[in-house]
């Protein structure tokens, strides 16, 4: 008795459950053998003066806080161990942002909570709340404390539906007075096409710093620029890069206004959609007296994720908040990591206690610093980071971008990559493996398509029988 052929279809069938069963198993192994982030120490070559504090953003999903993902301060100390870590999300906080050292001691601290921000001074020892402001602002990123008794705010995502304008601005706060004393609206400075046209999230404005007296340095994220607005005048007065030149800056955070010794005006800034921090030089024209910014510096390009801050120390080394890392790290000029700790999920603000907020440093003309450089030295304690303890493991992001290197879907493949970069991280629960994500999310595909393709194949027998269904039904219900 002879046995009948199998048919390509069903070939096909068995080759599809294989793979779906082999990568199944391979996301299930790699998860029992993974270990997920947390607060770690990574390289320290040179012990930080003092305690450095940190804002981790945290994740949610609408409002209600992630607790394996839990937005906090912590406070690490000189061997970049942590000394105390304040939940964030145990506390109804969605966001935490902003973390500045104040004269006295004590800390200002942004969270967010659904379409409220709050403001507060926070005791590190006891992490009791000496006063707190409130604002119905949504998702704000920076607010400041100016003049011993204001607040200097960045307020973001404030649009008029009904007139579809957007009311994003700068504002100052009278905490004596108790009422706005100042306010600053980007679209009486900028064209209303900018970035695209107004919409919900405009300027995303995530910074604002004085960097002298009626002199503020902001970031409006969305332009790809960073400027200097006058109190008085309520005039720009300076500005690096302009809305869509990506070359210069992109979708960047948290500039810092530095002088050289010979008061050249300077602006390093965590450059986060190039991935990478640059320093910038301004040179004055002698025909016109304006400002000519050139590049001076540039680290970690390529190598950081979604770098969100970046200070210059007065030792000349820069402090970074590599978000997406989920790391901060202290480099020298060349590129060399010599303090580094990892603090899981996507932190945003980092400062040194010891030289206050904003301290500022030599710039890297000062330095006879020039050009860009690598990062090197990394511990790699968090997976996925391809170097200790993952050394010779690449990233998936980091593998699609080798694998299509040079083909005509190099550019298609690069967006896809940097967006799985920046989602998988945000909804790949913690107890998974990076890896194990994308196996499993390749089972999804396959089993959809599969399951979609037999449902076309087979639907004239799909439609009959679902008929037959239906006429049983009937007499069922009439008998």
Known sequence: MSLSPISPMWLLRGFLCFVIITSFGAGVVLTAAYDPPEIQTGTVEDPARGTTYVAVQGFHFQGEGATKKPARLVSIDEQAQPKWIYNGSKRGVSWFYNVDPLPNGNILAVNTVPERTLVYELRPESKDRVWQQNFSITDTHDVDLINDDQLLVAN????????????????????????????????????????????????????????????????PRNFDQVIVVNRSTKDITMQLGADQKHTILHEQHDPQYLESQIETPTILVADSENDRVVEYSCV????????????????????????????????????????????????????????????????????????????????????????SYQLSGSAGETPGTGTGIDAGTPTFPEWIKTTM???????????????????????????????????????????????????ILHRRWISTEIRRTLRRMRRLRSS
Not at 286 to 307: H, I, R, Y
Not at 323 to 352: C, K, M, N, Q
């Open 405 to 455: 290197s040079g083909t005509p879907l190099d550019s298609v493949a690069l967006e896809f990559a940097e967006t799985w970069q920046g989602v998988s991280q945000w909804v790949k629960p913690i107890w998974m493996a990076p890896w194990s994500l994308v196996y499993f999310s390749m089972d999804i595909l396959l089993i959809f398509v599969w399951g979609t393709t037999e449902v």
């Open 156 to 219: 973001m995502r404030e649009y008029d539906t009904e007139n579809e304008t957007s009311n994003d601005r700068l504002f100052i706060y009278d905490l004596s007075k108790d009422e706005i004393v100042w306010e600053w609206y980007f679209k009486n400075h900028y064209p209303n096409q900018t970035d695209g046209g107004m919409n919900k999230d405009w300027s995303h404005v995530n910074d604002v710093d004085k960097i002298a007296d009626g002199e503020y340095l902001v970031s």
């Open 284 to 371: 004055t024209r002698s025909d016109t007296g304006e400002c000519q910014w050139q590049q001076v510096w540039v680290v970690g390009d390529e190598q950081l994720n979604w770098p969100r801050d970046a200070d210059r120390l007065p030792n000349g080394n820069t402090l970074i908040v590599d978000s997406l890392g989920h790391r901060v790290i202290e480099v020298t000029p060349t590129g060399e990591i010599v303090w580094e700790v990892y603090t899981p999920w996507a932190p945003f603000d980092v400062e040194r206690a010891s030289y206050g907020n904003e301290p500022g440093g030599p710039t890297m003309l000062d330095q006879n610093v020039s050009g």
